[in-house]
């Protein structure tokens, strides 16, 4: 079987001679290395010993096409989709916030009482010109645009002399403008009694609904998809592809069963092996040895299968039923394909010289897990430390979790200079601090731990060559 | 103990007999054999022999836990803290400054005499509008705002004529301007007589008093914080958590009267041992072997006992006495907590296979200090030179300890490409030697001192490995 | 030969004995072993053999110098004609599109109905006034502006009730406007008369030509190029440099011939060989060994040789008729310039201590791409999944190609933070897995990988070193 | 001495006797031994063989120390100068250039007849308001404004139908215009009569002088220094220092004479030796052996010495007499303190875990270097080849010195994102070229030639580790 030949492709190396038994087995024993001899070989070998087609070799290759097919055309739909999106979100930018300019720095505020009024009003008086977009109109009548303010039920703060009665309870209040007809040529700010008690105020929303057709779509000969922008700018639907993803799933299942199916055989004469060797050597077989019969590449598939199904089953859901559950669905999907590919590797270990890499790179997971642990608990150290010191005068460890990923990014040798910069020009003290820390904590990580990594890596990889006998040169 | 079993962990080495001792030995050494194997166990170790329950352990690893309570509740209300100054800092920026705008370049600079007092005049005529601030009042009237300028005492100045004759006494004129109710709709610089004498003019500043209370915390049901936010922005009172930090003192005093007596054992027992010694052997035992007795890992506790102490004390007394030391107590809190998370890796020493681990990188430790010392000479030569030569051409090499963040971020990987172009177009002679000097030292560290730290912790990875006759495969 | 020697350098070592021959050799075979080792002698050692000069060594070293003469003219002169393209393309902005500002953000874009027809009579009004521009003029007369609208051929939509009714079929409409004498102060837009039909619009396009000398050239004493700026702005003409061109194309196609012939006399050779071995040792000789005897280098002059040829054909074609491939011409003349480059490294290989280095990196090859493989595969999954999940919320995930870009650079160090910071306060699930996959992916890539590719190329370097017994220290 | 002992250590290792003399030697070799040993001594052991104090060792401290002083006062008061300078260059821009804004990017164009008049206009009509500015008085007079204009001697350009008649030669014209007094209240521009002629035009320049003193010096209690601002901004001047300098030069004059008289003996000795050698075996020393009697280090010294003694000698010059080559000296005393700092490695290197490695870095070089020379060759060629193609596409990639410096950023792993997306949205064939041409760019040299570069120090670490018998973990 793939599995074992991985693991003790013993036949292939003079120097481990503990494989070939004694001659005088009886015969019950040879038959017994015989099947498990042929559990452990891998799909060409059986081919060749039994002839044996590849089935389930077939089902897979034909798994991965399919599965990567029905993954590209769901990415390329949305990408589609996200463009217009996001194009939409501009231009509603651009109409209903006044003085909006493109910026890098996204900020858009109102700092005085009059400019709080002039850019409600500005919303208001918006007419819809250039595009295909339109107010909702829900029998024949456009739907209203609400205008809501949430304030404290009761408030009376006065700072001035530190003192302040909020009742914590938030009320809610709100007034619908009906939108004119585009021709008209009138502003509709002018009839709307509306005030703001800014004392009480928590927060002002304008809510409108809009509709736009994604032409696009015409040129491409496919059926052009509605959005109805809300707050919630809803998604959009395609009413084809069905009956692809019911094929993913078929598939899947079918590779599920199989995968199962030869699971439950390994485990099966794994029962047997551990009675027989019970019976002829008195001893119990050790974990590690049992271990072997379970094929780690079955689960991979098996959990791969899984989400499939569950992916595809949701996005039929999300294209019949209205369901907007994007997220799970594109999850589920993208960590099946990741899984699949991944799978891959499995084929490509039949080929010795490629195995060895493989296996170096699993023996030395245990002691990079290993010296993970150690490495990560000085990180956890230098996270805390630098949250609490240089949290209040640096953006980039403002919060724990910006703190990690800044820390992650330095050691792999990203933003080092701005990160250093922006410490510039504050208190002597916590200057000095940050110059220790950041100095200390990159020499450690960049120049130590790396290099241990290299270390216990290239040290895997000899041990795994020396011991299985390959020249790879 | 765990201390000596890190070093010399002998009895799991065939080929390294040194410690066998002949059988001849006398009782009293052999007494004295069992006092030194039980000192050098660890906790694990100490309880199977003679059944002592590990409390120092478990005291240890409750700290860790409140610590990390206490540093995360800190850190935590800082944060808050923190967005509400900056966004306060953001809105008086927008209400004092004349058309002041976002940028990401943050000058904001005046440049002719209208313009200074048109700037002075905008800031007096501001009244608050938006949010929960307002005046500072004491006994019922506001206090005033400050208009100063600090100027030479005398001055007459007439580049024209490279001529100039100052006396450098610095004297300083304020006036205080008292502001509005927020009803009157009139403008206070009409009334104001102020004029300023730039020949001779140093500065100009503003005070003004302004407080503000974070409504935010309602909402998380905390009790709000007062704020007032005079030149220096004044931090905020929190009243609860006191009884917290107490608890915090009190374990880490205990952890630490408990850590210093096992340091006091253990330096009475080498002196006991160097007095045996020199008995029996007639030798002096050497500096190396004597260290051993002392756990570093006790030192590393007592030291961040000692910090978690001062830096508590000193949390309680900026929480009740209005000390405003905030610097100095995170400083504490977190090297102590960051000591804290790195003393957990002596627990991970119990276990054999990451014991190795962190013995290579404490062997590598004095090499890789050796070759810094010599690598850091190159860089301090390169430092300075780059500092004379480069500094009035390119931005980064302004001062000197721009030029070290500079060079660490460009061996680093960071901000190479800009680095090279902001060079471009000047005279020809600096522009090649630039050239020189960044490729130079580019190559040399990049390449070879990286290279040789590498091959200087993968030699010494290998030596531990095979001087303590561990398979890690 | 040169090539022989690369691989089997067996003379310099005492630990390898098998090239030399038993003593009863026949005269036969001491020929056919001269003929042979003549044949893997590199040039030096033929000159010092048979006193051959080397005229093949010395035509590949003209062309060396010649090739890059041409490369570096051809660029010189390109780089002119960019940087005169990219003023005028910035100045035409300047001049006919309304309010445009240089902006890092470099979008433009128009969102109400009044602004288009401001934008566009903008256009048409503006007359030449500074710079070498000028409309075209043919026969006396000005070429008129031509304004263009595209649009559906029949179209009613209204988003409000999601319906719509459109003819896929496009329309073009265009109407001329001759500009006027820069003298006349008067609009043009005045006399026009077109509207857009919003509804149906697909895209309005104006299209003008001007023509412009660019008088630089003047001050070089180079005759000044002449550019027709219309929709695609043309390209210039030179008018010398076509002999330089054509002795390029001459001492290519010497090299080509003489480098076929030595690659048909080696395929002869090594006929004889077979024949040869055949007949004494009754043996076939293994396809590895047949292959010493294509020579690499020389199949790599070749196809450099063919591609300067190509280029240089197409380049005089450019400057004398008129073709615009410019593109296809670069990337012959770019490639073969490369490859004459990296075929120096042949003339390094005669010395022993380069050698070593060279077949240390071919020598890894074979690994790598295995390896590579294997990587490629976890690659593609992490691409295809982060392509699915974040595409929606990371502009750097949208498109699968600037996935697998932005992925590499990554695993290079690059963009970590502002990646990383990319996600933030999107919803949770969907932030909580970007987490996941970039540490995973980050931490995979860059500490096993990298790692582990160090390891082969050590492994490999230490393997070539020993067996080609050269100490390097 | 220092030098022999850092090359053969013999003495400290038992596997490497060839330094163990037959016992037969006369009384004459053995003297000459006894000289040979004594001049490899290094300072601390000729003090403990013969007494000698190590007055050159102490001279040089003291030099590493008076040096570095002289360094950074210089800088410092450098910084200063730099500071007021750019200062007064972004006030400048602010008053003289019209509606001129920071930005990032610092493009400042013209684009229409009458915006040229208009600028030209602004700057004459300014008066200079705040600051320590004024403009220049020659014998109570200002001195005038000039303002310039280029053009070609005649010129008609008619680039409608492609023909231009133009003389190349240049001629200039100017008229000066006298400020006004600052007090009177009206536009110079007025009375001004200047056209240009567009058509003919190259450049129009406007020259004035500003006269300001830097104040800042006065609080710090020094000199204020004058500044003259004419179109090339002077430097400013320093009156003191001028003894310190000529101590500098003192120190190292008098070391330099020690050091080349120790090369001087160095070299007589080798001589003798050669002499001696002879005699006795007959036989003629070999190279290498000969050029360790050479002492690298004070070879080091004396370009160093000699670099120092030209810095200061023209720093002198500057500060006395007017001189402004302030290039030069910067980079004559930079270099010089570069190389006192990397000469202080040879002191670390008297200890012997220091010496093993900076030898180690000394026998890597050649094997670097050799290997520079392959992958240099091979980068050379992906220079030309990115030129001549990407040039024209790509900001980066515009000039031969650019496409050097973006590469070696790009195999450090900086700016490869930014680096991959410029190339967006051209024709495809380039932007496949460009993809193909930078993935097989960095897999190469950030894989494959890093990973060699440090099998190869690797290697060479291990190697002069036990050819030293030197353990050092």
Same mark, same amino acid.
């Given at each position: ?8 492709? %013993? ?21 017994? =290395? ?13 081919? &060749?010993?039994?002839? =044996? ?10 798994? $991965? ?19 217009? +999106? ?17 910026? &890098? ?21 918006? *007419? ?33 002399? #530190? /003192? ?29 009694? !509306? ?9 002002? *929303?304008?809510?409108? /609904? ?54 439950? +055989? ?28 379970? %094929? ?21 859901? $999300?294209?019949?039923?209205?369901? /907007? ?20 590797? =499995? ?10 890499? $493989? ?7 245990? *002691?990079?897990?290993? !010296? ?84 216990? $890596?290239? #040290?895997?990889?000899? /041990? ?10």
């Amino acid at each position: 079987g793939a599995h074992g030949k991985e693991r003790s492709p %013993n036949s292939h190396c003079t120097r481990c001679p503990i494989s070939s038994q004694s001659p005088g087995d009886s015969k019950v024993v040879e038959d017994f =290395r015989r099947r498990l001899k042929y559990f452990f070989m891998n799909p060409c070998e059986k081919y &060749r010993a039994r002839g =044996r087609k590849p089935w389930k070799l077939m089902l897979q290759i034909l798994k $991965i096409a399919i599965i990567t097919f029905q993954l590209v055309s769901f990415g390329l739909s949305n990408e589609m989709m996200v463009t217009f +999106k996001e194009e939409n979100l501009m231009v509603f930018k651009h109409l209903f916030l006044k003085e909006y300019k493109d910026q &890098r720095v996204d900020r858009y505020a109102v700092y005085t009482k009059t400019d709080v009024y002039g850019h409600i009003y500005y919303v208001i008086d918006r *007419n819809l010109t250039v595009g295909n977009h339109a107010y909702e109109k829900i029998e024949g009548e456009y739907t209203p645009l609400t205008l809501c303010q949430e304030f404290f039920r009761k408030g009376s703060i006065s700072p001035g002399n #530190d /003192t302040f009665d909020i009742d914590p309870h938030v009320d809610k209040e709100c007034i619908s403008v009906y939108p004119l007809e585009p021709l008209e040529n009138k502003t509709l700010s002018r009839d709307i009694n !509306f005030s703001l008690d800014f004392k009480r105020l928590l927060s002002v *929303n304008i809510y409108l /609904t809009l509709k736009a057709i994604n032409l696009q779509t015409v040129r491409h000969h496919e059926l052009p998809d509605c959005y109805a922008f809300s707050i919630i700018v809803g998604a959009g639907k395609n009413n084809h592809l069905l009956l692809f993803d019911s094929f993913v799933i078929l598939a899947c299942f079918t590779s599920l069963i199989l995968c199962t199916r030869s699971v439950y +055989k390994g485990s099966q004469l794994q029962f047997h092996y551990t009675a027989f060797f019970h019976t002829y050597f008195g001893k119990t077989v050790p974990w590690s040895e049992r271990m072997e019969f379970v %094929n780690g590449w079955y689960i991979l598939i098996i959990v791969s299968d899984t989400l499939t199904i569950a992916g595809s089953a949701l996005k039929i859901g $999300i294209q019949t039923k209205d369901l /907007t559950n994007y997220d799970v669905c594109s999850i589920l999907l993208g960590t099946s394909t990741m899984l699949v590919w991944v799978g891959v590797i =499995r084929y490509l270990g039949f080929f010795k010289k490629y195995n060895i890499l $493989i296996l170096a790179l699993r023996a030395a997971i245990p *002691n990079v897990i290993r !010296f993970s642990c150690c490495a990560g608990l000085i990180y956890l150290g230098y996270c805390f430390c630098g949250w609490i010191v240089l949290g209040p005068y640096h953006e980039k460890f403002r919060t724990l979790d910006k703190v990690t990923e800044c820390l992650f990014s330095l050691i792999n040798g990203d933003d080092l200079y701005s990160t250093f910069q922006k410490m510039r020009e504050k208190r002597y003290m916590v200057w000095l601090f940050s110059r220790l820390y950041l100095y200390s904590f990159l020499s450690l990580f960049i120049y130590m731990v790396l290099s241990l990594f290299i270390a216990l $890596i290239t #040290d895997t990889y000899e /041990t795994i060559k020396v011991s299985f006998c390959i020249n790879m040169a």
